[in-house]
T-cell receptor, first 115, second 113 residues
Framework: AQKITQTQPGMFVQEKEAVTLDCTYD???????LFWYKQPSSGEMIFLIY??????QNATEGRYSLNFQKARKSANLVISASQLGDSAMYFC????????????FGAGTRLFVKA | DSGVTQTPKHLITATGQRVTLRCSPR?????VYWYQQSLDQGLQFLIQ???????AKGNILERFSAQQFPDLHSELNLSSLELGDSALYFC????????????FGPGTRLTVT
């Protein structure tokens, strides 16, 4: 069984500052993938970043980076230089590789970027 | 625009009815995933198809069924609808048999009255 925990229901950050959104996970699968998605108020789901469990380096995609600490089972998302358009709901997800690629999502963190 | 299309955008129906949601994946994508997002349950994976075959099953109710056709479009059938089935239903697609670089459609908002 897999589980994702996002302990921050809401976060505030000042524009142009960096922010870290927390995500911890639990899985018995030896191989898995970790994802972050953004859901703006318009409702669409946008893929942000992916980290494979065997990847040695932390994933980065533009202003997004994933702070992957395997031993601690954490996959925090770091957004650098926050922009007003970053205000959205952010979901962390894990995809196990046993018995098919099932994805489990966390409850999400709502990020508010202040001008 | 992710390239994934879903129809209809909104659907209002009564309890006990049956509806079909349609999804067309991005060109070249072989995998289709269905998700349900509701206020009380959050975002839940329902089912995945890869090149016409069912690959993974999540929290999909027996009243729900899905299929992927030879042209790779997919349909999610919801029957004997209940008030609790009201939700946003997302379809997503990816090239491979994995949700790596998965692209979501705009969703179908289902309201059961």
């Amino acid at each position: 069984a897999q589980k994702i925990t996002q302990t921050q229901p809401g976060m505030f950050v000042q524009e142009k500052e960096a922010v870290t959104l927390d995500c911890t996970y639990d899985t018995s699968d030896p191989s898995y993938g970790l994802f972050w998605y953004k859901q703006p108020s318009s409702g669409e789901m946008i893929f942000l970043i992916y980290q494979g469990s065997y990847d040695q380096q932390n994933a980065t995609e533009g202003r997004y980076s994933l702070n992957f600490q395997k031993a601690r089972k954490s996959a925090n998302l770091v957004i650098s230089a926050s922009q007003l358009g970053d205000s959205a709901m952010y979901f962390c997800a894990i995809e196990g590789r046993t018995g098919g690629f099932k994805t489990i999502f966390g409850a999400g963190t709502r990020l508010f970027v202040k001008a | 625009d992710s390239g994934v299309t879903q129809t209809p955008k909104h659907l209002i129906t009564a309890t006990g009815q049956r509806v079909t949601l349609r999804c067309s994946p991005r060109s070249g994508d072989l995998s289709v995933y269905w998700y349900q997002q509701s206020l009380d349950q959050g975002l839940q994976f329902l089912i995945q198809y890869y090149n016409g075959e069912e690959r993974a099953k999540g929290n999909i109710l027996e009243r729900f069924s899905a299929q992927q056709f030879p042209d790779l479009h997919s349909e999610l059938n919801l029957s004997s609808l209940e008030l609790g089935d009201s939700a946003l239903y997302f379809c997503a697609s990816s090239v491979h048999d994995s949700s790596y670089e998965q692209y979501f459609g705009p969703g179908t908002r289902l309201t059961v009255t």
